[in-house]
């Protein structure tokens, strides 16, 4: 899509020790190890050889599938509407890889606090690839589409990086949501609200943020076994016919139905229609989303696949593949006429999977990690706390017998 983003069971293996991913979402840890991952470390030698956070499987398949997604449907973009077949795909996909994408963003935000070091996270793993990259893409332009005319601007997301605006903003309000006593109502409560408000304009993205906000709420009240209930092999049975009949509908839906309506970035008056049809959108779209949210859970695999490992590198695939697309789009790629026949869409799905998988991979994280997950360790000053923690350590080793 051109302006829109458009992220337990028996047999879950946990993945080696590795590091936090960079899309602004904790590392996935099994929810049943979060305790003893939390626990003081052990003092003496055994503070040497505490074992690394184990990742659960199921989020980082969860976060791959929702990113390949995004991908494709960023693909099917500029083809879609040669074809109601694709379009009422398309429909469907977007009704629900991004409410699940911020769903697990939710989940794992839960232990947000104001602390230093997860504020500084949140700065160097969300607010600086914001920057870097709301700086790029309008840069990127200028250079492919021959635009000089093209500005940057850090309040008015482009393309993809709404997200990671969203991303802060709601993290930013977490430990409000943890004290409202009926947070989602409230949450629902303001996404109706957004609907009906056109005067809030396209700064920060704000539509999209407060449109969006109900599925984030949803995650941070979640808790393992929320999951655990649609992973199972009765919901993977009853999800078949579900999503059949939201293809079917999607279908119908591409003549009847304004695309605007999944996009999530403008008030009802803005779609032409009476105010009071944003309120109940907000709530049919929300009640359509969960439903086949719930279905895109159950058939994510729970246990280690060849894809589980590159969930953590979905921030890389995410941002990446838009200079693929838009060049794409700039370039002309997707005006061949061939692309715009059946054979033609299917081979366009195969490349935006296998690329935005290949975005993923290590390598590629490794030659852009100095973006997505920059140190700064001389932009903040050393916590006291943490300071205290380490001289605590030293001392310990020092008292050790050799």
């Given at each position: 899509?051109?302006?829109?983003?458009?992220?337990?069971?028996?047999?879950?293996?946990?993945?080696p020790?590795?590091q936090?991913?960079?899309?602004?979402?904790?590392?996935?840890?099994?929810?049943?190890?979060?305790?003893?991952?939390?626990?003081?470390?052990?003092?003496?030698?055994?503070?040497?050889?505490?074992?690394?956070?184990?990742?659960?499987?199921?989020?980082?398949?969860?976060?791959?599938?929702?990113i390949?997604?995004?991908?494709?449907?960023?693909a099917?973009?500029p083809?879609?509407?040669?074809?109601?077949?694709l379009e009422?795909?398309?429909?469907?996909?977007?009704?629900?890889?991004?409410?699940a994408f911020?769903?697990?963003?939710?989940?794992?935000?839960?232990?947000?606090?104001?602390?230093?070091?997860?504020?500084?996270?949140?700065?160097?793993?969300?607010?600086?690839?914001?920057?870097?990259?709301?700086?790029?893409?309008?840069?990127?332009?200028?250079?492919?589409?021959?635009?000089?005319?093209?500005?940057?601007?850090?309040?008015?997301?482009?393309?993809?990086?709404?997200?990671?605006?969203?991303?802060?903003?709601?993290?930013?309000?977490?430990?409000?949501?943890?004290?409202?006593?009926?947070?989602?109502?409230?949450?629902?409560?303001?996404?109706?609200?957004?609907?009906?408000?056109?005067?809030?304009?396209?700064?920060?993205?704000?539509?999209?943020?407060?449109?969006?906000?109900?599925?984030?709420?949803?995650?941070?009240?979640?808790?393992?076994?929320?999951?655990?209930?649609?992973?199972?092999?009765?919901?993977?049975?009853?999800?078949?016919?579900?999503?059949?009949?939201a293809?079917?509908?999607g279908?119908w839906?591409?003549p009847?139905?304004?695309?605007?309506?999944?996009?999530?970035?403008?008030?009802?008056?803005?779609?032409?229609?009476?105010?009071?049809?944003?309120p109940?959108?907000?709530?049919?779209?929300?009640?359509?989303?969960?439903?086949?949210?719930?279905?895109?859970?159950?058939?994510?695999?729970?246990?280690?696949?060849?894809?589980?490992?590159?969930?953590?590198?979905?921030?890389?695939?995410y941002?990446?593949h838009?200079?693929?697309?838009?060049?794409?789009?700039?370039?002309?790629?997707?005006?061949?006429?061939?692309?715009?026949?059946?054979?033609?869409?299917?081979?366009?799905?195969?490349?935006?999977?296998?690329?935005?998988?290949?975005?993923?991979?290590?390598?590629?994280?490794?030659?852009?990690?100095?973006?997505?997950?920059?140190?700064?360790?001389?932009?903040?000053?050393?916590?006291?706390?943490?300071?205290?923690?380490?001289?605590?350590?030293?001392?310990?080793?020092?008292?050790?017998?050799?």
């Amino acid at each position: 899509m051109t302006n829109s983003l458009r992220p337990h069971g028996h047999n879950r293996a946990p993945l080696p020790p590795a590091q936090s991913s960079a899309d602004g979402v904790p590392s996935p840890r099994s929810p049943q190890k979060e305790n003893q991952q939390n626990r003081p470390a052990s003092t003496g030698a055994a503070a040497d050889t505490k074992p690394g956070k184990q990742r659960d499987a199921f989020f980082d398949n969860a976060k791959y599938l929702a990113i390949v997604l995004v991908a494709i449907g960023h693909a099917w973009e500029p083809l879609k509407g040669d074809s109601r077949i694709l379009e009422g795909v398309y429909t469907v996909v977007y009704t629900f890889h991004m409410p699940a994408f911020i769903i697990i963003s939710g989940f794992f935000s839960r232990s947000f606090d104001m602390r230093p070091d997860r504020l500084k996270r949140l700065i160097t793993g969300v607010a600086v690839p914001y920057i870097v990259f709301e700086t790029a893409y309008p840069l990127f332009k200028r250079w492919i589409d021959d635009d000089p005319g093209q500005e940057v601007s850090l309040l008015d997301p482009w393309y993809l990086t709404w997200f990671l605006c969203a991303l802060f903003i709601w993290r930013m309000t977490t430990p409000i949501w943890k004290m409202v006593r009926w947070p989602l109502p409230v949450a629902l409560g303001i996404a109706m609200l957004a609907t009906v408000t056109p005067e809030i304009g396209n700064d920060l993205d704000l539509q999209r943020v407060l449109q969006f906000l109900p599925y984030f709420v949803l995650g941070l009240c979640m808790k393992p076994e929320h999951f655990r209930m649609v992973r199972t092999r009765r919901m993977r049975i009853l999800s078949v016919p579900v999503v059949a009949l939201a293809l079917a509908v999607g279908w119908w839906a591409v003549p009847r139905m304004n695309t605007g309506w999944f996009y999530h970035r403008d008030s009802a008056q803005e779609l032409g229609v009476p105010w009071w049809v944003g309120p109940v959108m907000v709530l049919a779209m929300f009640g359509c989303s969960l439903l086949l949210t719930a279905c895109f859970f159950a058939w994510v695999p729970g246990r280690t696949m060849w894809f589980t490992a590159l969930g953590a590198g979905t921030l890389y695939g995410y941002l990446l593949h838009g200079f693929v697309v838009k060049a794409g789009d700039y370039r002309g790629w997707f005006e061949h006429d061939w692309l715009h026949r059946p054979l033609g869409e299917i081979f366009v799905t195969v490349v935006a999977a296998v690329g935005v998988t290949l975005l993923c991979t290590t390598p590629v994280q490794r030659v852009f990690r100095f973006a997505m997950e920059p140190k700064m360790e001389w932009a903040f000053k050393r916590d006291a706390a943490e300071l205290a923690r380490e001289r605590e350590k030293s001392e310990k080793r020092e008292k050790v017998p050799a």
